[in-house]
Structures are given as structure tokens and as C-alpha cells.
């Protein structure tokens, strides 16, 4: 089996507020789940549209102390292991690491379990979890229920600067976290990873300070269009054009997690990322 997949995020909010939002299911409704039930030291449980096979609940609870939880979750028939350690950054942010086992990127690519969604699906749940404890509006979450991939969220900056930080290479890489080279005009390229990328996708159409629109290929075609709002900005993402019956989940909650980012990123004076990047071992 590989190494487990990890994640780290900062919070501005003290560990006990951290923790009280892992552990209270009335909390978990609202950042992570559409059903959740908690009796600790027996129960930890979420469920529903916004989980990967939600139809029931298949967690079973491993450890809960002050500063960790951990959990089994049957996912396509294997025990998966979850979790998430709590480290205080002095009194008022907290460190949270999320190792996951069980996570191949090449179920991403192919679409052979649903355990390929885990990266992106913890990407946008961490996400909303900082965003709720900094008492931010949360980003839509995916609905695994259905096959109809839209979102619509309001952000506190003039269209024009949604419109740049969208359509600039090194301000995309900036708030996705990750090098996009973009050629923002019909034809041009969008590259995940950068212009080295082979086989970049292909931007189908522009509406300068407004829209564009990308065809990823087999994952179908991203549109974003941008309205002003009551001094704010209407963000309508749509995902359409791919096989109905393998919805790229994915693909999908990578988007949402970014656009969290985004918002932060376009809103925020003081931005900086809530991701802290992984650790890479010494050459000794």
C-alpha cells in the first residue's frame, strides 16, 4: 500500500475551537456533511449527498483525544484510515494534518473508485472547515447524488479583480496553489502545471472581464462567468459535457476547493494560504 496521502492547513482559532468543531455533529452539518451523529468515545458517523457513498454511514471510530481523532471509513470495499491531528500555533491558530490511507491518484485519472475523490473531497472540506471557524461564508460542497456539477458563490471584490486573479498565470498559481500557465483569448492554452504541460487544455471561448470557457477533454468543459452584485461579484462555475454516469467528482471538488482559495485570496489584504506545503525530506 503507498504512503498515506497528507494534508496541512492553518486556522486562525485556537485547538479547543478546532476540536469542538470536529467533535459537535450540529458543527459537522454545516462545514463537512449533511448528516452527522457523534457520541464519543463510541461514535463518530457523517453521512448523506456531500459524502462519498453517503448512503449510510460507514465510519467506525479508531482514537479521540484533545488533539486527535481517527477513523475507519469503508469506502468501495476497503477499510480506509482517516486522521486529523490538532497542533496549537500559540494561542489563537491551530495546525490541523490530515493523513488519509487508501488514496491513489491514478483512480483519479481513471475513475475506478470513488476513493479517487478522497484528495480533493478533504481539500474542500478543510476549506470550509477554516472558513467556519473564521466565521466566513463556506463554499458549496459536492452533491455525489447527482451528475448536475454548478455552483454559484458571492465575492466580496470588484468583477475586475475576479476577472484578473481567474485569467493571470501567476495570480491562478497563486491562490490554486498550484503552476497554471493561461492564455486568456480563443484557442489559447490553460496548462495545469505550467506551459511545460504536453497536453494542456484548451480555452474555447473568452468574454473579456466577464467569462471564459475550457474543454478539459473526457472531464467535459469548465465555464465561469462573472456579474456584479450589489458592489460584490456573482461567480457562476459550471462543469458540463462529460459522461453522465462517471461524473468527474474529482476534477469537481478540486474546483471548489481553489475557489475557497480564490475568495480568500481576493478579499483578504493580509492573504496568505491556509495550505502549509509538505515537508521534503533532507538529502541527508
Known amino acids: 500500500m503507498s504512503e498515506p496521502m497528507i494534508l496541512r492547513a492553518r486556522a ?20 463537512l456533511a449533511e448528516h452527522a451523529e457523534v457520541d464519543l468515545p463510541h461514535r463518530y458517523e457523517f453521512w448523506g449527498r456531500y ?24 469506502l468501495d470495499g476497503e477499510e480506509t ?43 474542500l472540506s478543510i476549506a470550509n472547515l477554516v472558513d467556519h471557524l473564521e466565521g466566513r461564508p463556506l463554499t458549496p460542497k459536492t ?10 458563490i458571492i465575492v466580496d471584490a470588484p468583477v475586475e479583480v475576479l476577472y484578473d486573479a481567474l485569467t493571470d498565470s501567476h495570480k491562478a ?4 496553489g498550484y503552476p497554471i500557465g493561461i492564455e486568456p483569448y480563443k484557442g489559447g492554452r490553460f496548462a495545469m502545471g ?5 497536453d494542456p ?18 472531464v467535459g468543459v469548465t465555464t465561469w462567468e462573472l456579474a456584479e452584485s450589489g458592489g460584490k461579484t456573482r461567480l457562476t462555475f459550471v462543469q458540463s459535457g462529460f459522461d453522465e454516469q462517471n461524473p468527474p467528482y474529482p476534477a469537481w471538488a478540486g474546483w471548489l476547493s481553489g475557489l475557497a482559495e480564490l475568495r480568500r485570496y481576493t478579499e483578504l489584504a493580509d492573504w496568505r ?12
Open 273 to 284: 494560504p491556509i495550505w502549509i506545503p509538505a515537508e521534503v525530506p533532507s538529502a541527508g
Open 201 to 218: 487544455a484548451k480555452i474555447l471561448d473568452v468574454e473579456p472581464g466577464r467569462g471564459m470557457s475550457i474543454d478539459w477533454g473526457a
Open 143 to 152: 452533491d455525489f447524488t447527482s451528475p448536475r456539477l454548478g455552483a454559484q
Open 81 to 123: 484510515t482517516t486522521e486529523i491531528a490538532l497542533a496549537p500555533e500559540g494561542d489563537d491558530a491551530t495546525t490541523i494534518t490530515l493523513s488519509q490511507t487508501h488514496f491513489d491518484f491514478q483512480d483519479v485519472v481513471t475513475g475506478a473508485s470513488i476513493r479517487g475523490v478522497l484528495q480533493t473531497y478533504w481539500c
Open 194 to 198: 505550467g506551459f511545460d504541460n504536453p
Open 12 to 31: 486562525a482559532a485556537p485547538l479547543k475551537e478546532v476540536h469542538q468543531a470536529l467533535t459537535d455533529p450540529a458543527r459537522l452539518r454545516i462545514w
Open 173 to 176: 498559481s497563486e491562490w490554486f
Open 51 to 74: 459524502t462519498p457513498e453517503g448512503d449510510a454511514p460507514h465510519q467506525r471510530l479508531l482514537h479521540i483525544d484533545e488533539r486527535t481523532l481517527r477513523f475507519a471509513w469503508l
